[in-house]
């Protein structure tokens, strides 16, 4: 059965810090992209950043590069995403997923994935 379960999320103030989690079951994370998505409340659907499974790649939106680092641990079978930096613009659920043959370019705004998980909540403020 196929699995992605988040962690990490919270409530940090701004210029804060936290790590997120995505461990995977039901295949590894060495044969699909995977990608960190959000959601804030009125806001459309955002794709932030991806990790390719080909060469470990990654790939980030503006809205976050230089902040946020996407690594991935194949003996824990997990994508992780350090997010620096904080702002309470980046308030949101976030969640991870997964797929493979759709570049990032298009996943980034279509959401084609093939496997996501519930998300996780991420809360900046003082």
């Known amino acids: 059965q196929v699995q992605l379960v988040e962690s990490g999320g919270g409530l940090v103030q701004p210029g804060g810090s936290l790590r997120l989690s995505c461990a995977v079951s039901?295949?590894?994370?060495?044969?699909?992209?995977i990608g960190w998505f959000r959601q804030a409340p009125g806001k459309e659907r955002e794709g932030i950043s991806c990790?390719?499974?080909?060469?470990?790649?990654?790939y980030y939106e503006d809205s976050v590069r230089g902040r946020f680092v996407m690594s991935k641990d194949i003996a824990k079978n997990t994508v992780d995403l350090q997010m620096h930096s904080l702002k309470p613009e980046d308030t949101a659920v976030y969640y991870c997923?997964?797929?493979?043959?759709?570049?990032?370019?298009?996943?980034?705004?279509?959401?084609?994935?093939?496997?996501r998980g519930q998300g996780t909540q991420v809360t900046v403020s003082s």
């Open positions: 997923a997964a797929w493979y043959g759709t570049s990032w370019y298009r996943m980034r705004r279509t959401f084609e994935y093939m496997y």
């Open positions: 039901g295949f590894t994370v060495e044969n699909y992209d």
């Open positions: 990790i390719e499974y080909s060469d470990n790649s990654t």
